[in-house]
């Protein structure tokens, strides 16, 4: 298996110290330490990295599969309920790569 590799310095990554963050719709991997200086640097909203492997990612992801699964299964909004149901699955999903494809090497 491949080390993972930090996208700041460049440097071997810990698992205990691994921090996934999202931008522009692809998933790289940080130290602690180096995700929280390149958010220190970030200048406008389109340079903003979100972190992913936090609580907060992973309570919006449960909140929005729950939101899903309901939309899905009533008929609450029709079809622009399966629409938003459909988008709701984006940060479950990404959740799910990233603790796929980076915390379980």
Known sequence: ??????????KKIEKEDLRTA????????????CFELKEEETISINEMWKPIN?????ITS????ILAIVLGVTEWLGNL????????LYPVTIRIISYVVYETK
């Open 81 to 88: 309920g399966n629409v938003v149901g459909v988008l709701a």
């Open 54 to 58: 936090q609580v907060g990612w992973t």
């Open 22 to 33: 999202i931008r522009r719709l692809k998933i790289y991997p940080f130290h602690k330490e």
């Open 1 to 10: 298996m491949k080390d993972l590799v930090c996208r700041y310095c460049g």
């Open 62 to 65: 449960i909140a929005l599969l």
